[in-house]
Structure formats: C-alpha cells, structure tokens
C-alpha cells in the first residue's frame, strides 16, 4: 500500500498549486482521503477530507473556499486544487487514508504518504 504526494513547490502569495496523491497497492474504494499540512514547529493538522465513493468533502475553516479537494477514479489520484495561497498555508502537505466517516482527527489515519513541501512567499 503506497501514498505518494507530489507537486509542492514554491509560490508567490495569491498563487496557486495543485496536490496530487497517488494511490496504489489497495483498492481505496471504501476509504476516505484526507490533506493535512504540517508547519516547522507546528503540530499536523487537517485540511480537508473526500469520501472516494461519493465525492462528499470537508474542509477545515482556514482553507474553506480557496482550497478544492477532488479525485479521479480511474487514476487512483486524489488532488488538492490550492488558490490565494498565503504564507500561512507554507507546510508540508501529507496525503492519508483511513476507513469511517468523515473526519480530521490526524490518528484516526493508518496509512499515509511522504509528504511534499508547499512555500508561499509574501
């Protein structure tokens, strides 16, 4: 089972990146996928969650309405669309999976990706 995040990279503020995480070794169908980010000395927190089947999403409040989560079932890939960056939004972004409903809560996660490093410059 792999996770593997890419696309992060450095960006001006108001700016944007798209995530991307793609998923192989399972069939995730009955999962849902989560973005979380984590900041030098800052603990990991959510950003936003899909169901993969469904399509139902949740988004923490800070990305709510500038940031889209999606994914595309025939390439097994989850992305996070990430518009009007600002340099708050600066981590390393890890993709994650877990079974049940909805949530953020980072240990509820089993398997995650590696991580890519996301800088916004102001």
């Known amino acids: 089972v792999q996770l593997q995040a890419f696309g992060g990279g450095l960006v001006q503020a108001g700016g944007s990146l798209r995530l991307s995480c793609a998923v192989s070794?399972?069939?995730?169908?009955?999962?849902?996928m989560g973005w979380f980010r984590q900041a030098p000395g800052k603990e990991r927190e959510f950003v936003a969650v899909?169901?993969?089947?469904?399509?139902?999403?949740y988004y923490d409040d800070s990305v709510r309405g500038r940031f889209t989560i999606s994914r595309d079932n025939a390439k097994n890939t989850v992305y996070l669309q990430m518009n009007s960056l600002k340099p708050e939004d600066t981590a390393v972004y890890y993709c994650?999976?877990?079974?049940?409903?909805?949530?953020?809560?980072?240990?509820?996660?089993?398997?995650w990706g590696q991580g890519t490093l996301v800088t916004v410059s102001s």
């Open positions: 070794g399972w069939t995730f169908r009955s999962y849902v």
């Open positions: 994650a999976a877990k079974r049940g409903p909805l949530t953020g809560w980072v240990n509820e996660y089993d398997y």
């Open positions: 899909i169901r993969w089947s469904g399509g139902s999403t």
